[in-house]
Structure formats: structure tokens, C-alpha cells
């Protein structure tokens, strides 16, 4: 008896120092000096299924841990084995790299991290295909195109949170361009990546109601985490294989809209071309970059370059004027007409070279001089 008991004593011994050694070799393959993944017996389960997350801005880290956090329930039936996210920046020429944030969050949470400067390096596709081996990749905001070697690698595919209710505003700028355009509701999608940009087949979708001064600051991280929500809620059928390209809903060619990239120039308010409605819904949209700016003229001096950061719309009409004059109420804002005779009020602004204020202080710098509305230098 105690014979049988030392053999199985060291049988353990033996498995355990295998799987150590497995988990070793698998950290080692991926090319960084990580500690061991806390749930490292997950990841030899025979029904654990291999999950690599690629993502890079702060908005892809929140998904990211609500990701792994689901994985560490027992019937997840998954493990985060791997991130991929662009490489760390360098803050000046002989500064310290600065991982970005989803790879701080890997980081922190002993996922081992891979960032290839580009997703078809040979290097960083042999070692998915060799150590990495995942079964699923998921990606948000990762900003960079995956090419079809990529594409073939995970067995149930590779799957994409996007902030807008596909085929409308596919590219680079869902939620700005949704917000430029008033759309309400906007909402986010999960499909299916193929080689085309956000075209792949959808797997779920699910509308989300703004307000009518929201801007993207907020709806941006808001869709997100709705997204990630709605991609676990699906995990399951998507490993299990009952969710698959072929299953999921095929997207109509002909209702695309694409989102085209933010160029800074379309940041200036065109006021005396637009309507107010135009150039608050522009606001709310380029909130995070590339903000939008007029040039008021105080008094006799030189036209200066405000930015403007929160605006409203007013239900008036009047007759088009230059004059920008603070509203008579507690709390009102500069209200500036439009060369269509709309009323748009804004609340908060920052000239150059100053901080941002609201509008009764910029009133109160002024000193009782006149403002108008001019068009810039150049126009």
C-alpha cells in the first residue's frame, strides 16, 4: 500500500512539473518575461478554448479586463492566453516606452503581450501558428489591418467589436462620423472579421439612445463596454460552433455608408455656410480630436482662433447677424446665428494660447467690448 502510494505521489510530482514546464515553454514562445498566468491550469483543459484579445487604446483595456474576468468563471469555458496591441511609444527621443493602455492592462494582469509593428510580420504569425495557437482572437480598436494568413489561424475565427449598427459607417471614425450626422439612436456591432474593413457577417447587434448633447468623449467608451457585453453574451454559441461565418447575418452591400477618416481640416465651424444643427452635431463628433474652432473678433482687434468645446442648439430663428452676445439668463451661453438664421449657443470655449472657460467668464475678460463671428484669415 504505501508503495502504491509513493508511485502516485510521484506520478503527480511528474505531472505537475510537465505542466510547469509547459507553461514555461508557452511564456517563452511568446517572447516576453512574464510570471505564469494565475489560471494556468485552464489552459491545458481538453475543453478550455485558447482566446488571443487584440486591441491598444484606453476603450480596448476596458474590454480587456471585462474579457478576462468572465474567463475566470468557472464555466466560461475560455482562456486569455495572449494580447496583441501596438507597440510602446517612446515619450522623447531617449525616454522610457510607454506600453499602450491595453498592453499596460495585459501587463498588470500577467497576460503575456505581443506588439509585431505589423500584423503580417512572418516572425509574429509563425509564432501564432506555433506557441500561441489560439482557437478565437477578438478584437476592438487594435488599428491595424489583419491579413488572411491571420485570418485562417483561430478554428472558430476571429471576431470584432464595432461601435456602429453595420453596414452603416464602416471605417476608421464610426462614432464621430454617427454623431456628425445626428444619428440617434447610434449603436455597435459584432460580426465576424473578413479582409474587407467591417464586412464580415454580423453576429449581434444593439441600439443605443443619446442624448442630444452627447458627445463622442462619452459615447465612444460607452459603446464599447455595451459591445464587450454583448460579445460575451454570444461567446458561448461562437465556441461551441452553433454561431459560425456562415450562420451569422450576411451585411447589405448596398446600405454601406463609409467612415471616413477625421481630416483636421473639417474642424473649423463654417457658420455663415451652416446650419447651427450642422455645427453642434460636428462638435459633439470631434469632441476627442480633432475638436472644432471659430474666429471671433473682440472689438477692433485681431481675429483670434477659439476652440469650441460645448455647444447647444436653441429652438429660436432671427435674422442673421455676426453679433455674438451672451444670453440675458443665469447659466446662458455666447448665442451666435448662423448664416441660416438657427441659433447655436455655446457654453464652453478656449481662445489660443488660453484655458477653456465658460461663456460668462470669457464676457467678463472682454470687458464689455463687442464680439462678432468672422471668417478666418485666409477665407
Avoid at 475565427?157 to 471605417?171: A, E, K, M, Q
Avoid at 442673421?320 to 451661453?333: A, I, Y
Wanted: glycine share 6%; net charge neutral.
Amino acid at each position: 500500500m504505501r508503495l502504491n502510494s509513493r508511485r502516485a505521489s510521484a506520478c503527480s510530482l511528474l505531472i505537475m512539473t510537465t505542466l510547469l514546464c509547459l507553461s514555461r515553454a508557452f511564456i517563452t514562445g511568446l517572447g516576453h518575461r512574464h510570471r505564469v498566468y494565475p489560471l494556468l491550469t485552464k489552459l491545458y483543459s481538453i475543453d478550455t478554448a485558447r482566446v488571443l484579445f487584440l486591441g491598444t487604446p484606453d476603450v480596448a483595456a476596458t474590454s480587456l479586463r471585462t474579457i478576462v474576468e468572465d474567463s475566470q468563471k468557472e464555466s466560461s469555458g475560455y482562456s486569455v492566453v495572449g494580447v496583441v496591441t501596438q507597440p510602446p511609444k517612446r515619450r522623447k527621443r531617449k525616454g522610457k516606452e510607454i506600453p499602450s493602455p491595453v498592453g499596460y492592462v495585459a501587463e498588470e494582469l500577467d497576460i503575456p503581450v505581443l506588439t509585431p509593428e505589423k500584423a503580417k510580420d512572418t516572425d509574429f504569425l509563425d509564432n501564432l501558428e506555433n506557441n500561441v495557437r489560439p482557437d478565437l482572437c477578438i478584437t476592438a480598436a487594435y488599428g491595424q489591418y489583419l491579413p488572411k494568413r491571420f485570418l485562417a489561424i483561430p478554428k472558430c475565427g476571429t471576431v470584432n467589436i464595432h461601435p456602429s449598427l453595420l453596414p452603416r459607417w464602416r471605417g476608421a471614425s464610426p462614432v464621430q462620423r454617427s454623431l456628425q450626422a445626428g444619428d440617434n439612436p447610434v449603436g455597435v456591432s459584432v460580426l465576424f472579421t473578413v479582409s474587407k474593413m467591417d464586412a464580415g457577417p454580423i453576429i449581434a447587434q444593439k441600439e443605443y439612445t443619446v442624448g442630444k448633447n452627447d458627445q463622442a468623449t462619452t459615447v465612444l467608451p460607452l459603446l464599447f463596454e455595451v459591445g464587450t457585453e454583448l460579445l460575451l453574451e454570444n461567446l458561448p454559441d461562437i465556441l461551441s460552433g452553433k454561431i459560425t461565418m456562415e450562420t451569422a447575418i450576411q451585411q447589405d452591400e448596398a446600405l454601406v455608408t463609409e467612415a471616413s477618416m477625421i481630416n483636421a481640416a473639417e474642424a473649423e465651424l463654417r457658420v455663415w455656410e451652416e446650419s447651427a444643427t450642422t455645427c453642434h452635431n460636428r462638435m459633439r463628433g470631434f469632441s476627442m480630436w480633432p475638436g472644432t474652432f471659430i474666429y471671433l473678433q473682440v472689438g477692433d482687434e485681431e481675429p483670434i482662433k477659439v476652440k469650441i468645446i460645448e455647444t447647444r442648439v436653441l429652438p429660436d430663428s432671427v435674422e442673421p447677424t455676426t453679433m455674438v452676445e451672451l444670453g440675458p439668463d443665469k447659466g446662458d451661453g455666447l448665442r451666435l446665428v448662423c448664416g441660416d438664421g438657427s441659433i447655436l449657443e455655446i457654453l464652453t470655449l478656449q481662445p489660443v494660447t488660453r484655458k477653456a472657460m465658460d461663456a460668462k467668464s470669457f464676457v467678463n475678460g472682454i470687458q464689455g467690448k463687442t464680439v462678432t463671428w468672422v471668417k478666418p484669415p485666409a477665407e
